[in-house]
């Protein structure tokens, strides 16, 4: 059936839009908070063509349609104005209460996250060109440097517009109106209020002016407070008016007290954060250079490293660099150089594959992998790596490196070391060279407790078919635990087998790992849900707990992303196992087979007791 049809009478069989609250997804299922649940026909929503079943949990009609539910959702873009494009895969709304610093974490990665991508591009070049420019394969002050320096630097210079952007989405602003804000800040004829010497009233009321061009923390303030006063003024003027009187009155708010208040406010407070900074650096730039490139991989660890973006960002606009940026890529080149003594080192094939892998991924930027998979795993490769980076960090702090573009530390970043002098270049690469191969060194001199063959190398547990004999596809457990019937599990459409075969495990371990070599097809935000596509076209779902999409992202960590190529053993998700059943969730997991083709039938794991990277299940 098409998308946009069944979306209609899924509407129409749950009493319309106006009887709908709100609509989300997870991975199977559209989650229907209604208003009226009287005046819904079940039976008749479940006996529409392209629907699975119909649940009711949890204060949600659940309509469950499969693996391409996300789709299904989309097309109701099209006929009502229940779809978010910003929040296309949002969770279902959740009373679990959140800590502070937690909100500032998701906040600030909701910022930035959007802009990785593009910063890093832009930082790459910004290098680039700075070493051009030293080697006078470029000249100043030539158009061809102007328009060069132009595409480098204009994503830096218009920074407050792009936030404006991504904080609109964040705070659910009316975006253009953000980006107007963020536009008034960075126009010519106010900069040129900020020069020295010049003037600037608002009605007599004297401005304290200062140049908006690359700050942080001002226009995340202003579109904020612009989000409340939209609000406010949109649930009290009437339909006819607010969509033109909002707006001018957000504006004509909205900047003055950017000017007057916000502006001064966060770019004092950058300015502050910059000079502490710079007095830690100047008392001691050996210790301040080793402790970020200690810290760094033991914050992402507890995701506590977007607390030190926005400072990043703000040492950038005020000070033209950012001290702590070589840490960071130092102890990134650290992770990569330890995995590699592990793979250099384990005599366990599989696990050398995937060290080999999960060090490439590092070195481009991604430790997850390395981390997950291989240094922590392992511990004492983690360690080392965090030593070695702090030997490395000394080094870089002594020569007075610095990082002179945003973006991921990545060995593509190398450029963004290099100023407009090359002042501290040669020191960074020293220090980047002598962590990676201490690390690597180390590791393999060192050593550590290598992975069992039995667990990890599944290439000894394939079977290769004889001639004449059915081909055979086999599925390695995801987890550790109990495996359970999945007719006996508590969600009646799992257990009914209507999204597929498959198999239930109770884990006794907070870790998922790929059960493949295959393509990840879907990659919740919330983590609580993971499809792969084998690479022989089998479509799996991993569902960890039941109803655990309402944790809204809570207690789980996504290690992948859309499209990423996997190996079998590979880390997907981790989660909190305790946090999540002391929250009341059944923890109880569902292994789907969600399209079987090209095989025919599966045979079950006979074991009660599973460990991750033993088989499953057999398809034939």
Same mark, same amino acid.
């Given at each position: 059936m098409d998308n946009q049809k069944l979306a209609k009478e899924i509407l129409a069989g749950v009493g319309g839009e106006s009887n709908v609250n709100s609509l989300v997804h997870c991975a199977t299922r559209l989650r229907f908070k209604l208003k009226n649940r009287d005046i819904v026909n079940k039976d008749q929503v479940a006996d529409i063509p392209g629907v699975v079943t119909v649940m009711e949990s949890g204060g949600q009609f659940q309509v469950v349609i499969g693996n391409t539910v996300s789709d299904v959702y989309q097309a109701f873009n099209g006929i009502s104005h229940l779809v978010d494009d910003d929040q296309s895969a949002a969770p279902a709304a959740t009373d679990e209460k959140e800590t502070i610093f937690g909100k500032f974490v998701d906040l600030v990665s909701g910022l930035f996250t959007p802009l990785l991508g593009v910063m890093a591009g832009a930082g790459i070049l910004k290098g680039l060109l700075s070493i051009a420019l030293q080697l006078k394969w470029v000249v100043a002050n030539t158009s061809t440097y102007t328009i060069l320096n132009a595409i480098a630097d204009s994503l830096f210079y218009f920074l407050p517009v792009l936030l404006a952007i991504t904080a609109a989405r964040?705070?659910?602003?009316?975006?253009?109106?953000?980006?107007?804000?963020?536009?008034? =800040?960075?126009?010519? /004829?106010?900069i040129t209020l900020a020069n020295p010497g010049v003037h600037a009233d608002l009605f007599g009321i004297p401005l304290v $002016?200062?140049?908006?061009?690359?700050?942080?923390?001002?226009?995340?303030?202003?579109?904020?407070?612009? /989000?409340k006063i939209e609000k406010f003024l949109n649930d009290h003027l009437h339909e006819s008016i607010k969509n033109f009187i909002t707006p001018m009155v957000v504006l004509v708010t909205v900047v003055p007290l950017t000017l007057m208040v916000f502006g001064p406010f966060g770019v004092y407070v950058g300015n502050a954060l910059a000079a502490v900074l710079t007095a830690i650096f100047n008392f001691s730039p050996i210790i301040a250079g080793a402790l970020m490139a200690t810290a760094w991989q033991i914050l992402v660890?507890?995701?506590?490293?977007?607390?030190?973006?926005?400072? $990043?960002?703000?040492?950038?606009?005020?000070?033209? &660099?950012?001290?702590l940026k070589p840490g960071v890529a130092i102890?990134?080149?650290?992770?990569?150089?330890?995995?590699?003594?592990?793979?250099? &080192?384990t005599k366990n094939k599989q696990f050398k594959?995937? /060290?080999?892998?999960?060090?490439?991924?590092? =070195?481009?930027?991604?430790?997850?992998?390395?981390?997950?998979?291989?240094?922590?795993?392992?511990?004492?490769p983690f360690i080392i790596a965090v030593s070695s980076a702090a030997i490395g960090g000394g080094i870089a702090g002594f020569a007075g490196s610095a990082g002179y573009a945003a973006g991921p530390s990545s060995i593509l970043m190398i450029p963004a070391f290099y100023? &407009?002098?090359?002042?501290?270049?040669?020191?960074?690469?020293?220090?980047?060279?002598?962590?990676?191969?201490?690390?690597?060194?180390?590791?393999?001199?060192?050593?550590?407790?290598?992975?069992?063959?039995?667990?990890?190398?599944?290439?000894?547990? &394939?079977?290769?078919?004889?001639?004449?004999?059915?081909?055979?596809?086999?599925?390695? /457990?995801?987890?550790?635990?109990?495996?359970?019937?999945?007719?006996?599990?508590?969600?009646?459409?799992?257990?009914s087998g209507a999204l597929g075969k498959g198999v239930a495990i109770l884990p006794t371990k907070g870790e998922v790992l790929s059960p493949v070599d295959g393509t990840i097809t879907m990659a919740f935000a919330t983590g609580h849900a993971i499809g792969l596509t084998a690479n022989d076209g089998t479509e799996i779902l991993i569902h960890i707990g039941l109803d655990t999409v309402k944790l809204n992202g809570q207690y789980f960590t996504l290690k992948v992303e859309q499209d990423q190529k996997v190996k079998v053993g590979d880390p997907l998700v981790t989660f909190d196992l305790d946090a999540i059943k002391a929250a009341g969730y059944d923890i109880t997991t569902p292994v789907i087979i969600t399209s079987m083709a090209p095989h025919e039938d599966m045979i079950e794991s006979t074991q009660t007791e599973i460990e991750t990277g033993e088989r499953l299940a057999t398809l034939i």
């Amino acid at each position: 059936m098409d998308n946009q049809k069944l979306a209609k009478e899924i509407l129409a069989g749950v009493g319309g839009e106006s009887n709908v609250n709100s609509l989300v997804h997870c991975a199977t299922r559209l989650r229907f908070k209604l208003k009226n649940r009287d005046i819904v026909n079940k039976d008749q929503v479940a006996d529409i063509p392209g629907v699975v079943t119909v649940m009711e949990s949890g204060g949600q009609f659940q309509v469950v349609i499969g693996n391409t539910v996300s789709d299904v959702y989309q097309a109701f873009n099209g006929i009502s104005h229940l779809v978010d494009d910003d929040q296309s895969a949002a969770p279902a709304a959740t009373d679990e209460k959140e800590t502070i610093f937690g909100k500032f974490v998701d906040l600030v990665s909701g910022l930035f996250t959007p802009l990785l991508g593009v910063m890093a591009g832009a930082g790459i070049l910004k290098g680039l060109l700075s070493i051009a420019l030293q080697l006078k394969w470029v000249v100043a002050n030539t158009s061809t440097y102007t328009i060069l320096n132009a595409i480098a630097d204009s994503l830096f210079y218009f920074l407050p517009v792009l936030l404006a952007i991504t904080a609109a989405r964040k705070f659910k602003a009316n975006t253009f109106v953000a980006v107007t804000i963020a536009g008034t =800040l960075v126009y010519p /004829s106010i900069i040129t209020l900020a020069n020295p010497g010049v003037h600037a009233d608002l009605f007599g009321i004297p401005l304290v $002016m200062v140049k908006y061009t690359s700050t942080v923390i001002p226009i995340i303030l202003a579109v904020y407070v612009a /989000s409340k006063i939209e609000k406010f003024l949109n649930d009290h003027l009437h339909e006819s008016i607010k969509n033109f009187i909002t707006p001018m009155v957000v504006l004509v708010t909205v900047v003055p007290l950017t000017l007057m208040v916000f502006g001064p406010f966060g770019v004092y407070v950058g300015n502050a954060l910059a000079a502490v900074l710079t007095a830690i650096f100047n008392f001691s730039p050996i210790i301040a250079g080793a402790l970020m490139a200690t810290a760094w991989q033991i914050l992402v660890i507890f995701g506590l490293h977007w607390g030190i973006v926005p400072v $990043m960002l703000n040492n950038l606009a005020t000070l033209g &660099k950012d001290p702590l940026k070589p840490g960071v890529a130092i102890s990134v080149f650290a992770q990569a150089g330890a995995t590699l003594g592990v793979m250099l &080192k384990t005599k366990n094939k599989q696990f050398k594959a995937l /060290s080999a892998s999960a060090a490439i991924s590092a =070195l481009f930027g991604i430790t997850e992998p390395a981390i997950y998979g291989v240094t922590l795993r392992l511990k004492r490769p983690f360690i080392i790596a965090v030593s070695s980076a702090a030997i490395g960090g000394g080094i870089a702090g002594f020569a007075g490196s610095a990082g002179y573009a945003a973006g991921p530390s990545s060995i593509l970043m190398i450029p963004a070391f290099y100023g &407009k002098t090359g002042a501290g270049f040669v020191g960074f690469l020293i220090a980047m060279v002598v962590a990676f191969s201490t690390a690597a060194i180390l590791t393999y001199l060192i050593g550590f407790e290598d992975v069992p063959v039995k667990a990890d190398s599944l290439a000894a547990n &394939k079977e290769k078919p004889q001639v004449g004999e059915p081909t055979t596809t086999h599925i390695f /457990s995801p987890l550790t635990g109990t495996i359970v019937p999945l007719a006996e599990i508590k969600d009646k459409a799992f257990a009914s087998g209507a999204l597929g075969k498959g198999v239930a495990i109770l884990p006794t371990k907070g870790e998922v790992l790929s059960p493949v070599d295959g393509t990840i097809t879907m990659a919740f935000a919330t983590g609580h849900a993971i499809g792969l596509t084998a690479n022989d076209g089998t479509e799996i779902l991993i569902h960890i707990g039941l109803d655990t999409v309402k944790l809204n992202g809570q207690y789980f960590t996504l290690k992948v992303e859309q499209d990423q190529k996997v190996k079998v053993g590979d880390p997907l998700v981790t989660f909190d196992l305790d946090a999540i059943k002391a929250a009341g969730y059944d923890i109880t997991t569902p292994v789907i087979i969600t399209s079987m083709a090209p095989h025919e039938d599966m045979i079950e794991s006979t074991q009660t007791e599973i460990e991750t990277g033993e088989r499953l299940a057999t398809l034939i």
